[in-house]
């Protein structure tokens, strides 16, 4: 089946570092690619998404880039700030028997200090 | 404030119980979905409603069941309830079936 493998966290910085979260995934289709964010005591809010190869999809200062040769959708951040601290999950939707199935990774820790 | 509401917020139960846990999706979302978070297993996919059918699963117990009504709210029942049943279970709304999805605030289950 589908599978989303992000890097394990958590990842520390400090305030104004570079950010990179690897994600990889495999689908068996052409899937929708998906980053989101989620704060302590929140539900997840979508970040960015990309739905072909090659788009780039970019929010609030971050961006990802749909790369099939390499099936991946890393994401990344010039400048982070303490705000940003919080889980990020990298999902895709695949297609399959009729429905779009949603496949998430396990989240990646972000932890930002001034 | 994504417009899935959840309800109730919190709730704590014994083991063997039978719980049902409600969500309101988006006005205009036409799809459902249901997740469990846990520390140990992440989050995990349950179930997907498009307007009043069932169309996948993903690792939702047997003990587990859910519909969506003609109104398009959505109910997740857990029945038989086990300690490793405690988690936060997230209700999620897409207009489509391969959009985005809003996530609602969760309902934390604490199963004692």
């Known amino acids: 089946g589908d599978s989303v493998t992000q890097m394990e966290g958590p990842v520390t910085l400090s305030e104004e570092a570079f950010l990179t979260i690897n994600c990889t995934y495999t689908a068996t289709g052409y899937p929708s690619l998906f980053w989101y964010v989620q704060y302590p005591g929140e539900g997840l809010q979508l970040l960015l998404k990309?739905?072909?190869?090659?788009d780039k999809g970019s929010n609030k200062g971050f961006e990802a880039t749909y790369r099939k040769e390499t099936t991946s959708f890393h994401l990344e951040k010039g400048s982070v700030q303490v705000s940003d601290s919080a889980v990020y999950f990298c999902a895709l939707s695949d297609r399959s028997g009729g429905s779009y199935i949603p496949t998430f990774g396990r989240g990646t820790s972000l932890i930002v200090h001034p | 404030d994504s417009g899935v509401t959840q309800t109730p917020k919190h709730l704590i139960t014994a083991t063997g119980q039978r719980v049902t846990l409600r969500c309101s999706p988006r006005s205009g979302d036409l799809s459902v979905y249901w997740y469990q978070q846990s520390l140990d297993q992440g989050l995990q996919f349950l179930i997907q409603?498009?307007?009043?059918?069932?169309?996948a699963k993903g690792n939702i117990l047997e003990r587990f069941s859910a519909q969506q009504f003609p109104d398009l709210h959505s109910e997740l029942n857990l029945s038989s309830l086990e300690l490793g049943d405690s988690a936060l279970y997230f209700c999620?709304?897409?207009?489509?079936?391969?959009?985005?999805?809003?996530f609602g605030p969760g309902t934390r289950l604490t199963v004692t």
């Open positions: 999620a709304s897409s207009v489509e079936l391969s959009d985005e999805q809003y």
């Open positions: 409603y498009y307007n009043g059918e069932e169309r």
């Open positions: 990309a739905t072909k190869a090659d």
